[in-house]
């Protein structure tokens, strides 16, 4: 099956987290993306975000693995929705699947940028507001 | 809590859906957005939708009821991320809570409008292409 653009770049997104390779991660979000780093904290633009990325790789020892083992991509002129189940798994972490949701727009290029990275998904619904 | 515009938007667009108000259902979408009917079966753009809601209707024998048991919105710039517990029920089949995600975009005016429905959220990726 031919893969969607958006696939291939969330592969590569998963490829650089594993690698900490941040500055070719940088590359596949929007300037004004949002990351969910937990319910209820998010990360916007890429600044925020590069950091968090690193703090994240910390906390999972710098073992953090990433994959998705389904995507489907959903496309409405330059916006896109993907709901991927991905799996997270470090030496100090046993494996967790979720079911994330991510969208991603095209910006002027062509380019598909990720301009929501949600992989909790609908854990957010059960993050009351503080 | 005060409630996000777009939360207000997707209550008028249940109301709509009970009281099958299409004229005012086809203003909460974008141009170009994209519903799932079911997984696998997709429609475009405003008159595909309109029609896919009009049979909807009648599947449901007109008594087809929608609401949302919580909301959740991620804002990125002109793009916004919705996933919601939706709840549909109907004279002909009992409530069904579904995990739904849909994806909002500020068109140059300023107003959101829906571009990607997706009530099914992560039940895609069990549908296996034909």
Known sequence: MIQH?????????????IH?????????YADDAVLVVKPGTNASGKVQIRKAMEAIAAHFNHTLNVRQAGMKVLEAGDTALVVAKTVVSASNTPAIERNAT?????DPSGEW????????GHELLLHKEA
Chains 1, 2 share one sequence.
């Open 102 to 106: 991510y969208v991603f727009k095209k």
């Open 113 to 120: 940028r990720c301009t929501i990275d949600n992989s909790y």
């Open 5 to 17: 653009p958006i696939e291939r770049l969330i592969e590569k997104a998963d490829t650089a987290i």
């Open 20 to 28: 900490e390779d941040f500055d070719t991660l940088m590359e596949i």
